[in-house]
């Protein structure tokens, strides 16, 4: 059937002028060599900031020199605001940049999700995956969860994500296939499963509770560890500050810091109206770094290990649903970091798969 291309300019050290020149001239003979073959939809100049320079002159000349390919200006790090596409790495995600007019939103790169299968690894030691897992099933189970998070960030305006990877490769063993390309890690009846919803027409989103993607939210907040009760609607938080979200450290990636947070743990709580419209399938928007919980009129509704480093969303289940009232609600939630930069922000959102 075909496979849609994004074609890489293999990096270069690029420092002086010399290796300018020559990454310039491979460059174009890259292009040449590959113009008119049809898989190859996108040319990318650079990945990650690797020699990376003169990035708005590279994407003219190249939309000049084959007009009929889209141009992304660089995938991952240092955009330009240049080119055909704005594109964010994230693992293991998925996130997604900010959507704008002119430009496509992808995901360059995402997953990483890595397992290391004995007599099929290019080294036996020292090989890594940005998650790593003890055995098949465990992959797939986490394969699957990290799909299903893609169908939110297509309604949200996401046009393309890219998973690393198709196979392992030298020291990296987060391939679907491993090295010698002898063992499909991931079933492929489950990989096809887990992507017929991105194919699926997409939901509507009803907006239950904002985040700071908005605009900053009020939420109750203390530092201090509460009472056991702190998850339940009838808690009294008079006691606690109320500020704006998101809270965490300035540079954190992707954060957006309203309400400065430097210790290890912090509880949030806030109060939240439903009207008498049923509920169709709720989603927790959050980003978090570190560990998170969340809670729903006193359900554990989500608990999350590690950190994202920009929103996603994750979906809640049916079990969840039952965790709404008509009428007045609660969200609850707590966050523990350990080192590094600290951020959380949570909302909730319903997709509606047919208009009501």
Same mark, same amino acid.
């Given at each position: 059937?075909?496979?849609l291309?994004?074609?890489?300019m293999p990096?270069?050290? !690029?420092?002086?002028?010399?290796?300018?020149?020559?990454?310039?001239?491979?460059?174009e003979?890259m292009?040449?060599a590959?113009?008119?073959h049809?898989?190859?939809?996108?040319?990318?100049?650079?990945?990650?900031?690797?020699?990376?320079?003169?990035?708005?002159?590279y994407?003219?000349?190249?939309?000049?020199?084959?007009?009929?390919r889209?141009?992304n200006?660089?995938?991952?790090?240092?955009d330009?605001?240049? @080119?055909?596409?704005?594109d964010?790495?994230? #693992?293991?995600g998925?996130?997604m940049p900010?959507?704008? $007019? !002119?430009?496509?939103?992808?995901? @360059?790169?995402?997953?990483?999700?890595?397992?290391?299968?004995?007599n099929?690894v &290019?080294?036996?030691?020292?090989?890594?995956? #940005?998650?790593?897992f003890?055995?098949?099933?465990?992959l797939?189970?986490?394969? *699957?969860?990290?799909?299903?998070?893609?169908?939110g960030?297509?309604?949200?305006?996401?046009?393309?994500?890219?998973?690393?990877?198709?196979?392992?490769?030298?020291?990296?063993?987060?391939?679907?296939?491993t #090295?010698?390309?002898?063992?499909?890690?991931?079933?492929?009846?489950?990989i096809?499963?887990a992507? $017929?919803?991105? #194919?699926?027409?997409?939901?509507?989103?009803?907006?239950?509770?904002?985040?700071?993607?908005?605009?900053? *939210?009020?939420?109750?907040?203390?530092?201090k560890?509460p009472?056991?009760?702190?998850?339940?609607?009838?808690?009294?938080?008079?006691?606690?500050?109320?500020?704006?979200? +998101?809270f965490?450290t300035?540079?954190?990636?992707g954060?957006?810091?309203?309400?400065?947070?430097?210790?290890?743990d912090? &509880?949030l709580?806030?109060?939240?109206?439903?009207?008498?419209?049923?509920?169709h399938?709720?989603?927790?928007?959050?980003?978090h770094?570190?560990?998170?919980?969340?809670?729903?009129? +006193?359900?554990?509704?989500?608990k999350?290990?590690?950190?994202?480093?920009?929103?996603?969303?994750?979906?809640?289940?049916?079990?969840?649903?039952?965790?709404?009232n008509p009428g007045?609600?609660?969200?609850a939630?707590?966050?523990?970091?350990?080192? @590094? @930069?600290?951020?959380?922000d949570?909302?909730?959102?319903?997709?509606v798969?047919?208009?009501?």
């Amino acid at each position: 059937m075909g496979i849609l291309v994004w074609q890489d300019m293999p990096a270069g050290d !690029n420092r002086d002028a010399a290796a300018k020149q020559q990454f310039a001239l491979e460059l174009e003979r890259m292009i040449n060599a590959r113009r008119n073959h049809p898989s190859i939809v996108m040319w990318v100049p650079f990945n990650e900031g690797w020699g990376q320079h003169n990035t708005p002159r590279y994407v003219e000349w190249i939309k000049q020199h084959d007009p009929t390919r889209l141009v992304n200006n660089a995938s991952g790090w240092t955009d330009t605001r240049t @080119g055909d596409v704005v594109d964010m790495h994230n #693992y293991p995600g998925p996130g997604m940049p900010p959507t704008e $007019k !002119n430009r496509a939103a992808v995901l @360059g790169e995402f997953g990483g999700l890595g397992l290391p299968l004995e007599n099929h690894v &290019w080294v036996d030691k020292n090989n890594w995956g #940005y998650r790593s897992f003890k055995n098949r099933e465990e992959l797939t189970s986490a394969y *699957q969860e990290l799909i299903s998070r893609l169908r939110g960030l297509a309604v949200k305006g996401l046009s393309a994500a890219v998973y690393t990877q198709t196979s392992d490769c030298e020291v990296e063993v987060n391939g679907l296939l491993t #090295y010698d390309r002898a063992v499909i890690k991931v079933p492929v009846a489950a990989i096809a499963q887990a992507q $017929k919803s991105l #194919y699926l027409p997409m939901p509507t989103i009803r907006v239950l509770v904002p985040s700071a993607e908005t605009s900053p *939210q009020p939420w109750s907040f203390t530092i201090k560890a509460p009472d056991t009760g702190w998850i339940r609607p009838e808690f009294d938080d008079s006691t606690w500050s109320r500020v704006k979200s +998101g809270f965490g450290t300035k540079g954190t990636p992707g954060a957006l810091v309203h309400t400065e947070w430097k210790t290890s743990d912090i &509880w949030l709580r806030r109060a939240f109206e439903l009207g008498s419209k049923p509920l169709h399938s709720p989603q927790l928007l959050i980003h978090h770094d570190e560990d998170a919980e969340f809670y729903v009129n +006193g359900k554990l509704v989500a608990k999350l290990d590690g950190y994202m480093s920009a929103y996603g969303l994750i979906p809640l289940g049916r079990d969840a649903v039952g965790a709404f009232n008509p009428g007045r609600n609660a969200i609850a939630g707590h966050c523990h970091q350990t080192g @590094g @930069g600290q951020y959380i922000d949570a909302g909730l959102i319903d997709f509606v798969e047919k208009a009501e």
